[in-house]
């Protein structure tokens, strides 16, 4: 994959995933109550309304610093993913996907902590009473592409044990 097509396809992930996120928690927040529930899969999944003001799980939600600490890292973070994409080789495609996709998310949260100081969260998976943080659609982007990281890693090293057997 060239240069240019590289970044077209970090340009086409990025719109449509940011679109979709940026879309979603605009209606969540235009239709729904802080902390109102809607049931979409009874004891598995809820549409519930709420802010985090944190990083994952809530983390550093009552530091002073966290909105220019988080603004920081995430502009870090975009330019070490642009800077990463740049250095890949043709035959890393699954690579190519899983940093645009992992870029785009970022970029969505971002977006968030700058024009609200937090982050809009809305899709709460449980089992019961066992609830896993709410998230949104790009935090769905980033889980996404590190999969798809990891999954690159893993096949390099099957490959990397085959050429050494």
């Known amino acids: 994959m060239n240069l ?3 970044y077209r396809l970090l340009g086409i ?3 449509v995933s940011l679109s979709l996120d940026q879309w979603t ?23 519930t309304y709420v802010r985090n003001k944190g990083a994952a799980f809530g983390i ?7 909105i220019p600490f988080f603004i920081a890292v995430s502009i870090i973070a975009l330019g ?24 785009s998310g970022a970029l969505g949260n971002l977006i968030d902590r700058i024009r609200l100081g937090e982050v809009i969260d809305f899709l709460d998976a449980h089992w019961y009473q ?4 709410a998230f949104n659609v790009a935090d769905s982007a ?15 090293e099957r490959s990397r044990k085959k050429a050494g057997n």
């Open 4 to 6: 240019q097509r590289r």
């Open 13 to 15: 992930v990025t719109l």
């Open 25 to 47: 928690k605009y209606l969540v927040d235009s239709r729904f109550a802080l902390h109102e529930s809607v049931t979409l899969i009874e004891n598995f999944l809820h549409l």
């Open 60 to 66: 550093f939600a009552d530091s002073a610093l966290r």
């Open 80 to 103: 070490g993913i642009l800077w990463y994409l740049h250095r890949l080789s043709e035959e890393q495609r699954l690579l190519h996907w899983a940093l645009a996709l992992i870029f």
């Open 130 to 133: 066992y609830h896993w943080p």
């Open 142 to 156: 980033i889980c996404i592409g590190v999969g798809l990281l990891l999954l690159d890693l893993w096949n390099e």
